[in-house]
């Protein structure tokens, strides 16, 4: 979506229509000409995994959009122990417009690329664009609605429902980019972003807990493990019953 400082505009425009996230992202509804004047105030940044890119109470002074990898959004305890509040995944906004401080830290869980913006250019941008505007409400309320299933699968399902609902959520979110959809059967391939560890820590659970539910999924039949990040979701029918 943003371009970096050397490029011309039709380049930048050129970017943009060719980006995997660009039918899905908050620019999804501006025409070329609006498409050159966001990217004038934007520019792409790489992401290492474990790098903050924002930090929760700061100033806000940054939004971004994400165009590869996955990202966390936390909060801390007042005894300074992390929650993780969610997961951001390509297409997702960050950072909050129109607001005077950042609500929560965004830290890089895999190699990220995101399109970053100053938060006051990106405001009057917004302001002046009522379609960029429109979306960013849509967005908004999608989001209001994901912590409310977030907080559901935090506070009340139990291991095996965690890990289901992580999986389908993961491969809804990262097909586009990520996951290879066999149609013959209905079968799906995920690439997982995250370790063992890093998918046990987002679900709350013990990291041998996650273990055991996937070995015990895939002798139920419901996935395939093909390598340590590849899983191959057998049987996406009965794992929504199981996440129900």
């Known amino acids: 979506m943003a371009n970096m400082n050397s490029q011309a505009p039709s ?34 940044r790489t992401i290492s995994p474990g790098e903050q890119l924002l930090w929760e109470g700061d100033e806000a002074v940054l939004v971004a959009n994400v165009v590869q990898g996955m990202l966390k959004l936390s909060t801390h ?7 993780i509040l969610g997961l951001a995944y390509p ?14 830290g965004v830290e ?4 990220a690329q995101v399109c970053l913006f100053q938060r006051a250019d990106f405001d009057r941008f917004a302001r002046e664009h009522p379609k960029l505007e429109h979306k960013l409400l849509e967005r908004t309320l999608t989001e209001l609605d994901r912590t409310r299933r977030w907080m559901l699968l935090l506070g009340r399902m139990n291991a095996e429902q965690k890990l289901a609902s992580f999986l389908l959520e993961t491969a809804d979110r990262l097909e586009p980019a990520t996951c290879n959809f066999v149609e013959d059967g ?26 055991r ?15 340590r990040r590849r899983v191959e979701l057998l049987d996406r029918q009965r794992l929504e019953i199981m996440a129900a």
Not at 77 to 82: D, N, T, V, W
Not at 91 to 104: A, C, I, V, W
Not at 186 to 211: C, H, K, N, W, Y
Request: aromatic content about 4%.
């Open 91 to 104: 297409s997702d906004f960050l950072g909050r417009p129109f607001g005077e401080t950042t609500p929560y």
């Open 11 to 44: 380049d930048a425009v050129n970017f943009c229509q060719a980006c995997a996230v660009r039918n899905r992202a908050i620019c999804a509804d501006l025409d070329n000409s609006e498409i050159e004047l966001l990217n004038a105030i934007g520019r792409r």
């Open 77 to 83: 305890s007042a005894e300074g122990k992390e929650q």
């Open 108 to 111: 890089a869980l895999t190699e």
């Open 213 to 227: 539910q996937f070995s015990r999924m895939r002798n139920d039949g419901l996935i395939d493990i093909p390598s």
């Open 186 to 211: 209905g079968s799906s391939i995920i690439e997982l972003p995250l370790s063992r560890q890093q998918i046990a820590d987002v679900l709350g659970l013990t990291i041998e807990t996650v273990s």
